[in-house]
């Protein structure tokens, strides 16, 4: 079974709109924490936001949100006022567990390749 | 910007001819990654370390092999290139930021085997 899934290959937003992409995940960790990173054309993994299994608020960084629904276990990551340069590929990746090891590896999702139209 | 380079950027090489990718970091991170992004697949873990000399296996790992002999340098290694090992390779290192675990990525180094 997947871990994480995205399941929007590809998506097309006008651009100053708001953008959601879904991601889910499964798990039986109680411990875990979620991330969203951007890989543009340049291909590069940026950093984006993260979300711990045990925060109660939706983390927010800037235009980024996060909408964490632990019962349905999804992740998803929303843009506000979507821009030109959002455009790129979006990846969803889980941390299972606490360890002091280092071997908390991150999964990935396949990805959801975000187009911003003028 | 987590101080991290790779080298090289881009490599073609044959069937069968050993390989190996550096990744340099700055900021004596201890714990550092190896993955490999692949259409379809997202990125997949190859091997990580959790100190000098410490390395494991992740989920990829077959065909490869690691080392760090300083803290600053994780060696990824394919003995015998095959096609199947054409891909993007990321380094990665781990914080302990205020928001938790987070990893950063190296800007990767395409790998084409021919």
């Known amino acids: 079974a997947q871990k994480i899934t995205q399941t929007q290959p590809g998506m097309f937003v006008q651009e100053k709109e708001a953008v959601t992409l879904d991601c889910t995940y499964d798990t039986s960790d109680q411990s875990y924490g979620l991330f969203w990173y951007k890989q543009p054309s340049s291909g590069e993994m940026i950093f984006l936001i993260y979300q711990g299994s045990y925060d109660e608020q939706n983390a927010t960084e800037g235009r980024y949100s996060l909408n964490f629904q632990k019962a349905r276990k999804s992740a998803n990551l929303v843009i506000s006022a979507s821009q030109l340069g959002d455009s790129a590929m979006y990846f969803c990746?889980?941390?299972?567990?606490?360890?002091?090891?280092?071997?908390?590896?991150?999964?990935f999702g396949t990805g959801t390749r975000l187009t911003i139209i003028p | 910007d987590a101080g991290i380079t790779q080298s090289p950027r881009h490599k073609v090489t044959e069937t069968g001819t050993p390989v190996t990718l550096r990744c340099h970091q700055t900021?004596?991170?201890?714990?550092m990654y190896w993955y490999r992004q692949d259409p379809g697949h997202g990125l997949r873990l190859i091997h990580y370390?959790?100190?000098?000399?410490?390395?494991d296996k992740g989920e990829v790992s077959d065909g490869y092999s690691v080392s760090r002999s300083k803290t600053e340098d994780f060696l990824l290694t394919l003995e015998s290139a095959t096609s199947s090992q054409t891909s993007v390779y990321f380094c990665?290192?781990?914080?302990?930021?205020?928001?938790?675990?987070?990893?950063?990525f190296g800007p990767g180094t395409r790998l084409t085997v021919t």
């Open positions: 900021e004596n991170h201890r714990y």
């Open positions: 370390s959790y100190g000098v000399k410490d390395t």
């Open positions: 990746a889980m941390r299972e567990g606490r360890s002091n090891f280092g071997n908390e590896k991150l999964t």
């Open positions: 990665a290192i781990r914080t302990a930021g205020p928001d938790g675990l987070e990893q950063y």
